[in-house]
């Protein structure tokens, strides 16, 4: 009899503790009806990509369980079926759900089909994305009704006004699911989705805009307004990323103060959660570093100072701060804006000159070498170009990279280069290698009669169209 009891009291011990497990957990259950025997993954949302986080085999009756002992982070999730196909879930608070449905349709009446038991959250979404599918087919039947009568124009305006009808539909549904329950992840996502409203500018006394760029200013500065910075569920899905991303590539002006400014704003409302800070903050450093827009190095120095080598970005290691902290040296002497850095240099007939020395409206600083196979295709072009204009107060500043000086000299009489300033370091006096980043030939910079650098890295025709349009078209 005692035996019986202790038995029992065991039985219950491991039944009560599985089930906290999966209490604190995570359980899905689901059903593939027309799969059988086959690998399914559960898989996730982050930034633009996805992410397989489990994976499961299900029976011969289609079914199986994504099981964990740890809660799920707050997220779009998918379930990826063999060929790739899936159809999407929501992770939110209740993470021990049933999901069923079926392959012997197409994947696009995945969610048709879609039967959910044990969680209102994914009943919710379930019900929001059939109400899209049916908007959206209403809307793409009356754009093709548009097309086929675009010759009556009675028939197009009734069009365009069923469409707008349509519109205000999903609006009006998407605030009843946010007023229903504004803190579910589903009520962030559709909140994200919401464009900016942008008023009417203000006028003048005579009627007309106080400020001509006003509609343009208001939806930069309120671009985020929908995003909740402090959910980190947001990252889990597509929106964030695609936020980020318009907002960066494609809503403000390309250049590295402008991207330095809204940077710092984006990133200071991004700190109000630690995960989402530190995917901001890559995206936009990235952003800076990957960019072939000329000066965005700027961006890139002002967010490893600002925030890398400040020690703000806490889950970096510090071998990669050495490697930032190396690059910013790099960069650092040679933005745009800056002072070119001081070259004395000694000539092929054998004096020194200085750079800052230089007497022109604008200099060309040009690193080049006798054997690379650009630079033989690209000194004849500049030397043209310097040619055309060297009496509008143009100058060329060429340094040879390397060290034989007898190659070089010869090199230069030979193609009739010598009118120009011709340079070489063959003891690096200089450190120009360091001073303006030269890993590679040819390389030039653009100096104005400052000697500040206002382009860098560009080919010859575009330091043509640069000469063109800064001297004889003033």
Known sequence: MKTSIKLFILVLVLFLANNQAFADG???????NGLKDTTVYLG????????????????????????????????????????????EIII????????????????????????????????????????????????????????????????????????????????IKWAEIVKNNPDALLSKVINSLNDVVVPDAPLDENGNKIDSLFEYHYYKN???????????GLLRSPIFFYKLNQFFKKVIFQMPDTVIVEAEKVIEKSKAHDEVFQ????????????????????????????????????????????????????????????VAPELKMMTYDE???SLHQVKAEYTILMFWDTDCGHCKKDLPKLHELYQKYWEKGV?????????????????????????????????????????????????????????????????????????????ENN
């Open 26 to 32: 995570y359980k899905i259950k689901v059903k593939i």
């Open 44 to 87: 996730y949302h982050f930034g633009e990509k996805n992410f397989v986080l489990d994976t499961i085999k299900i029976d011969k009756k289609g079914e199986g369980i994504f099981k964990g002992e740890k809660k799920l982070e707050r997220g779009i999730y998918l379930i990826i079926l063999p060929g790739k196909s899936f159809f």
């Open 92 to 171: 939110d608070k209740d993470q021990n759900f049933y999901v069923e449905t079926d392959t012997s349709s197409k994947a696009e009446n995945f969610v048709k089909n879609l039967k959910i038991k044990g969680s209102k959250e994914n009943e919710e979404f379930n019900d929001y994305q059939k109400f899209m599918i049916i908007e959206s087919k209403k809307v793409s039947a009356f754009r093709k009704k548009i097309q086929s009568n675009k010759d009556n124009q009675d028939s197009v305006k009734i069009y365009k006004q069923k469409i707008k009808d349509a519109d205000e539909e999903v609006k």
């Open 222 to 232: 309120h671009f985020f307004d929908n995003i909740d910075f402090s959910d980190s």
């Open 279 to 338: 995917y901001v903050l890559q995206f936009i450093f990235n952003y800076a570093n990957s960019s072939n827009i000329m000066g965005m190095d700027k961006a890139f120095v002002f967010l490893a100072e600002e925030y890398y080598l400040s020690g703000q970005a806490t889950w970096v290691d510090s071998s990669f701060v050495e490697k930032i902290r190396h690059r910013v040296n790099e960069l650092t002497p040679n933005l745009i804006g800056n």
């Open 351 to 353: 004096k020194y000159v």
């Open 395 to 471: 100058d060329v500043f060429c340094v040879y990279t390397q060290v034989d000086f007898k190659k070089w000299k010869q090199y230069l009489e030979d193609k009739g280069l010598t009118d120009w300033i011709n340079v070489y370091d063959p003891y690096n006096f200089s450190d120009f290698r360091n001073k303006y980043n030269v890993v590679s030939t040819p390389l030039i910079y653009v100096l104005d009669k400052d000697k500040k650098i206002i382009a860098k890295r560009i080919d010859i025709e575009t330091v043509e169209k640069m000469l063109k349009d800064k001297i």
